[in-house]
């Protein structure tokens, strides 16, 4: 398996400094979250449709959070299910996968959609929405990985699909982990309580921090920026370029992550 | 992919489907008791309750508004009870849990539940019981709640019910 290294630039570093360096601005909750949701449902790399159908928009300290109070909401490891080849932090949880075609009936999914393993929606995605329906399996997305990706198509309105996580963290803003939770029916869990019950000054910090840094960042950076270089990269090593700007399948067929190639990787200018 | 921009700002549901888990105690030597559940008068449940433990579970819309939880409690007549070697053998039945969206809702049931009980000729008490959970006599238990049910849970918490 790959290692994998989260792009960062020059841009994305300064607006880091410019955050730190420049009298920060005040804006409430509700302007800072508007911005993010604009700012999420902007993107013209992927094709994500179905945002009428989310209903509820909280703001989250990103995709971690959002697992996290996924699983508070189901009350516990037991009452959910993955897929295997997931995001490893479930692994540190101790569960495991349920392949496709055994998925248990009326048990929520959450799952990693893009999926870095193969750089693009899971290949048996469209299997996966079939069991689901067929089983009444709630699916909760993880799309942490988003922001680095184009030609993402999902149809939010699927019946099944009941909430999405999105994060700016991957565009180098680890450092101020927030993101949007699009759900069709809140449930109480971590994401309620940090908007309905701490209603006032609730992570005003992290939230104005990451709005002033999506004011400056466009929704589709990345590809826009390194689309070429990328494609450049490809055919130059004979890679095969993938839906991730920062993956390709290698000349031996397996993914790999060529942040440091493409001249993206932290210590990169 | 080149998809235009559409931003589609969808507005607040204003209903939910909302799961309710009742686990419900019962002993008896002669018949069990009867209960039925209804929320708004739409009756959900209704038949006796096994010994022990008897789960029941059922999902319901619910519009964005206040609404009442009833349980009524009936099958127990004079008849239910009996003396055995000198102790009382009857008919019994409790709420063990609630459980709304995933939340046990135990001291909310305690501080904000009423059990409205139905005396017979030979008996009297208060007309209203706070936080009752076992009834001793027929009557019906009521929980006024709001939907969307994680803001009732919220202002609950907070003290603003």
């Not at chain 1, 013209?44 to 209903?55: A, L």
């Not at chain 1, 997305?141 to 939010?156: H, Q, R, Y």
């Amino acid at each position: 398996m790959t290692n994998w290294i989260i792009p960062t630039d020059g841009f994305l570093e300064n607006t880091k400094l410019y955050w730190y360096n420049q009298s920060q601005e005040y804006k409430d909750v509700g302007t800072n979250k508007a911005v993010l949701n604009e700012w999420f449902q902007s993107t013209k790399r992927n094709s994500i449709s179905g945002w009428d159908r989310m209903g509820c928009v909280d703001l989250t300290m990103g995709c971690t959070h959002f697992i996290e109070s996924f699983i508070i909401g189901q009350n516990g490891l037991d009452n959910f299910q993955i897929l295997p080849d997931e995001y490893a932090y479930y692994g540190f949880l101790g569960k495991w996968g349920n392949s496709v075609g055994k998925l248990e009936p009326n048990k929520p999914l959450i799952v990693t959609l893009p999926n870095y393993n193969w750089a693009d929606l899971r290949p048996d995605w469209e299997e996966v929405l079939r069991e689901c329906e067929q089983k009444n399996i709630q699916i909760h997305i993880d799309a942490a990985w988003l922001t680095l990706s184009k030609d993402i198509a999902l149809d939010l309105a699927h019946p099944c699909i009941q909430s999405i996580g999105m994060g700016i963290s991957k565009y180098s803003l680890q450092w101020n982990r927030v993101g949007i939770r699009y759900s069709k029916q809140r449930k109480m869990d971590s994401i309620t309580v940090f908007n309905k019950f701490y209603i006032h000054n609730c992570n005003d910090n992290l939230y104005n921090c990451a709005r002033f840094c999506v004011e400056r960042i466009p929704r589709d950076y990345m590809w826009d920026t390194y689309e070429q270089h990328n494609t450049d990269m490809c055919k130059k090593n004979n890679w095969h370029q993938t839906n991730l700007i920062h993956g390709v399948w290698g000349e031996s067929n397996e993914m790999r992550c060529i942040t440091r190639e493409l001249g993206l990787g932290p210590h990169s200018k | 992919m080149g998809a235009e921009k559409v931003l589609q700002y969808s507005k607040e549901p204003t209903s939910e489907l909302i799961k309710f888990q009742f686990v419900f105690s019962s002993t008896y030597w002669n018949t069990p008791p009867h209960i039925e559940i209804a929320i708004d008068n739409n009756v959900y449940h209704s038949g006796h309750l096994r010994h022990y433990k008897t789960p029941i579970v059922f999902t319901v819309p619910l519009t964005f508004a206040d609404h009442t939880l009833q349980i009524k409690r009936t099958g127990k007549t004079v008849e239910e009870s009996k003396q055995v070697a000198g102790k009382w053998e009857t008919q019994s039945c409790a709420i063990e849990s609630i459980t709304i969206d995933g939340i046990n809702l135990r001291n909310i049931l305690w501080s904000r539940s009423t059990f409205v009980p139905v005396y017979d000729s030979t008996q009297s008490g208060d007309a209203v019981v706070n936080g009752e959970l076992i009834f001793g006599y027929n009557g019906t238990f009521n929980l006024d709640f709001t939907s969307p049910f994680y803001q009732y849970v919220v202002d609950c918490v907070r003290g603003a019910r």
